[in-house]
């Protein structure tokens, strides 16, 4: 008779799908009698399960005995710019579960970034939520325990994610500028690089059409870029009664160079950002009408999700993209 791995009072669902070599939803379903399954594939879940010593707790809440209901929040964005609304989007949805969470700033250092997931299995926290301050797709993370990626883009599609719809979000800008009659759109962005500078300038391309003047201009996330753009896009003769920013940043930017060149937004040129970053959007001047992304849903979402999948049940959708809003300000009526 085979030794058992671990006891019982050890094994998780997370254990299961390692030794059975399949995926946390496969192992749900073959245990819960889920899904469709073949019926050799249900067979060795629970043959593994049973030879682990695998039991799930009195409640049916889908893990072994054993829960220490915590979860661990691993970030690479150390301002918290946008992992703060995610986390207190993400507590809502945990507190529910009586969830505490730990949160761990790998400060985008790989090396880091391993031994803080090392810590925290470690302390079995019961699953994981990794987000980060770029939407640009990220290794996933070695863990053998439920993982929900928020806001950041895991590089393998059978993770779980909640993303922010950033196409929506920049046609959103566009259209509202559209709906004023502007008919001269520049687009500032920033780097081409990244992936979040692309996918807004495309959408930006395709909904103001003819009335896109030059291409996108990329450069940096920065004021001093969203500065340098105007006094670029002026010196080559553009006519412009817009700018449509892909950050708030770059719009804080642009809203002083167009001051100081004495153009009246929204008068002559009306201004959009992108984040709705209330240091920068608020205290712009004129008020910056600007995409909300909606983060802290973002992370309602990731909560809700990491909670079905420590609970051993399957998510309806394994992806998740939120909606954003436009919040009209100043600078645009």
């Given at each position: 008779?085979?030794?058992?791995a ?38 060795h879940?629970q ?58 700033d ?8 391993e031994?803080l ?78 992936r ?27 004021e ?25 940043q770059i ?36 008020p ?16 809700e ?16 993209i939120?909606p954003p ?9």
């Open positions: 008779m085979s030794p058992r671990s006891s019982p009072a050890t094994v998780k669902i997370g254990d299961v799908a390692r030794a059975a070599g399949v995926s946390l939803g496969t192992v749900s379903k073959a245990l819960n009698g889920t899904g469709s399954l073949r019926e050799e594939t249900r067979r879940v043959e593994v399960a049973d030879r682990l010593g695998f039991v799930p707790d009195s409640r049916g809440r889908g893990l072994a005995s054993g829960r220490t209901y915590t979860v661990g929040f691993l970030t690479t964005d150390s301002f918290g710019r946008f992992t703060l609304p995610i986390l207190m989007g993400a507590e809502d949805a945990l507190s529910v579960g009586r969830m505490a969470v730990i949160l761990s790998t400060r985008d250092d790989r090396a880091r970034e031994h997931v090392r810590s925290l299995r470690g302390r079995r926290v019961d699953g994981l939520v990794v987000t980060g301050r770029s939407t640009d797709e990220r290794a996933r993370v070695d863990i053998d325990i439920p993982v929900v990626y928020a806001f950041t883009r895991p590089d393998d599609p059978e993770q779980c994610a909640v993303l922010s719809d950033e196409a929506a979000g920049a046609a959103l800008a566009a259209r509202h500028l559209l709906s004023l009659g502007r008919s001269r759109i520049l687009h500032v962005t920033g780097p081409q690089r990244h979040s500078a692309r996918v807004r300038a495309e959408a930006v391309v395709d909904t103001a059409g003819d009335a896109l003047v030059g291409e996108p201009m990329f450069g940096t996330w920065s001093e870029w969203g500065r340098r753009a105007i006094d670029i896009a002026l010196a080559s003769g553009l006519d412009v009664d817009a700018v449509c920013c892909g950050s708030d719009a804080r930017g642009v809203l002083d160079q167009l001051h100081e060149r004495r153009i009246a937004v929204p008068e002559q040129v009306a201004v959009t950002g992108y984040d709705n970053w209330d240091v920068m959007a608020l205290a712009a001047r004129p910056l009408t600007t995409v909300d992304m909606n983060l802290g849903e973002v992370g309602r979402r990731a909560g999700m990491l909670l079905e999948l420590i609970d051993g049940r399957e998510p309806a959708r394994c992806e998740i939120v809003r436009l919040e009209i300000r100043g600078s645009t009526v």
